[in-house]
T-cell receptor, first 113, second 114 residues
Framework: GESVGLHLPTLSVQEGDNSIINCAYS??????FIWYKQESGKGPQFIID?????DKRQGQRVTVLLNKTVKHLSLQIAATQPGDSAVYFC????????????FGTGTRLTVIP | ETGVTQSPTHLIKTRGQQVTLRCSSQ?????VSWYQQALGQGPQFIFQ???????GRGNFPPRFSGLQFPNYSSELNVNALELDDSALYLC?????????????FGSGTRLTVV
């Protein structure tokens, strides 16, 4: 079955450093991936997405890399700020045309001032 | 443009009781999806409502049911509550044809079953 997992449950970084959050997925048929940020007491907030026909996509201070060979996703946050402290989830659409997302367990990012 | 609003924000129920959670979709969105998020876990898809009908369901028993109203708002009903139903219940709305691509999540309802 489909599964999305994360390598590290927690990550602490110094303010100003770059953060890298990793995610492994098991369904080779998945064609769309999204990274979400969830702050305490709030719902998940869209950060960036990538389709399976791309290897890299950049946003404002964030970059997502997709390695389909090893079924691995990463989210890179440049110049991490205290406001980036949150739980980060990768999610995938399990198959083309599906109307739901499979989420991983999440990584808690803590930014140290 | 208003976002997704959910009510109540917190709720405590006794095992065996029934609960109804409510969701108002974002303006312009006509599709509502519900997710269950257990503590320390990622959200899990319960079901989606589109045009007032269930449009896809995850691995949840029939005691989880829902409704969508003509104004696109939605309810999640859970019967015969179990302790494991304690979780954050998230509602997400989207535009027709966008489904997951244009999800907007609400802040959720925290349900505690004792």
């Amino acid at each position: 079955g489909e599964s999305v997992g994360l390598h590290l449950p927690t990550l602490s970084v110094q303010e100003g450093d770059n953060s890298i959050i990793n995610c492994a997925y098991s369904n080779s048929a998945s064609d769309y991936f999204i990274w979400y940020k969830q702050e305490s007491g709030k719902g998940p907030q869209f950060i960036i997405d990538i389709r399976s026909n791309m290897d890299k996509r950049q946003g404002q201070r964030v970059t997502v890399l997709l390695n389909k060979t090893v079924k691995h996703l990463s989210l890179q946050i440049a110049a991490t700020q205290p406001g980036d402290s949150a739980v980060y989830f990768c999610a995938e659409i399990p198959q083309t045309g599906a109307n739901n997302l499979f989420f991983g367990t999440g990584t808690r990012l803590t930014v140290i001032p | 443009e208003t976002g997704v609003t959910q009510s109540p924000t917190h709720l405590i129920k006794t095992r065996g009781q029934q609960v109804t959670l409510r969701c108002s979709s974002q303006s312009g969105h006509n599709t509502v999806s519900w997710y269950q998020q257990a503590l320390g876990q990622g959200p899990q898809f319960i079901f989606q409502y589109y045009r007032e009908e269930e449009n896809g369901r995850g691995n949840f028993p029939p005691r989880f049911s829902g409704l969508q109203f003509p104004n696109y708002s939605s309810e999640l009903n859970v019967n015969a509550l179990e302790l494991d139903d304690s979780a954050l219940y998230l509602c997400a709305s989207s535009r027709e044809g966008w489904t997951v691509y244009g999800y907007t999540f609400g802040s959720g309802t925290r349900l505690t079953v004792v």
